[in-house]
T-cell receptor
Framework: GNSVTQMEGPVTLSEEAFLTINCTYT??????LFWYVQYPGEGLQLLLK?????DKGSNKGFEATYRKETTSFHLEKGSVQVSDSAVYFC???????FGEGTQLTVNP | DTEVTQTPKHLVMGMTNKKSLKCEQH?????MYWYKQKAKKPPELMFV???????INESVPSRFSPECPNSSLLNLHLHALQPEDSALYLC?????????????FGSGTRLTVV
């Protein structure tokens, strides 16, 4: 079956630092890939997605590129803000197999 | 309307109580889902409804009983729960082909079983 592996957290950064959260997947074929964000006390929000190899998803300054060669979908942002503090989940497939989540804290 | 609305936001219930969680969406999505999320863990899929019919039950105990009265509403009936069932219960919806827009999640019901 499908599986998703995310880099372990928590991740703590200073404001305006560069962010990378690694995500790799295993699957039969080429599943759609997603990044979801969960702010404290809330449900999950779709941050970005990619449906085929070499697609780049982007939203709110975050980007991730679907790399079939490395089966990866790493999340990046050039300059994080305090308001980006949240838990980030990588997910794959039509029935959303989730990674374990990465807690990001951004300090002023 | 691009939201999934869940009620109540918080619920405390005893182990002998019967309660229901409600979920509503008006995006025309024909797939709806219930997830359970424990603290610091990813959501775990419980049930999937496609075109108002139960299509996936992930071996969930019978004390959880889902219902989909129409294409906009999804309920989760709770009876004789255990303290370990305390969690955040998330509802989500999507188009049948979720690659188009992904899933839209509600804010969840935080359930405490005492």
């Amino acid at each position: 079956g499908n599986s998703v592996t995310q880099m372990e957290g928590p991740v703590t950064l200073s404001e305006e630092a560069f962010l990378t959260i690694n995500c790799t997947y295993t699957a039969t074929g080429y599943p759609s890939l997603f990044w979801y964000v969960q702010y404290p006390g809330e449900g999950l929000q779709l941050l970005l997605k990619a449906t085929k190899a070499d697609d780049k998803g982007s939203n709110k300054g975050f980007e991730a590129t679907y790399r079939k060669e490395t089966t990866s979908f790493h999340l990046e942002k050039g300059s994080v803000q305090v308001s980006d503090s949240a838990v980030y989940f990588c997910a794959s497939g039509s029935r959303l197999t989730f990674g374990e989540g990465t807690q990001l804290t951004v300090n002023p | 309307d691009t939201e999934v609305t869940q009620t109540p936001k918080h619920l405390v219930m005893g182990m002998t109580n019967k309660k229901s969680l409600k979920c509503e969406q008006h995006m025309g999505h024909r797939a709806m889902y219930w997830y359970k999320q424990k603290a610091k863990k990813p959501p775990e899929l419980m049930f999937v409804y496609s075109y108002e019919k139960l299509s996936i039950n992930e071996s969930v105990p019978s004390r959880f009983s889902p219902e989909c009265p129409n294409s906009s509403l999804l309920n989760l009936h709770l009876h004789a729960l255990q303290p370990e069932d305390s969690a955040l219960y998330l509802c989500a919806s999507s188009q049948i082909d979720n690659r188009v827009g992904g899933y839209t999640f509600g804010s969840g019901t935080r359930l405490t079983v005492v």
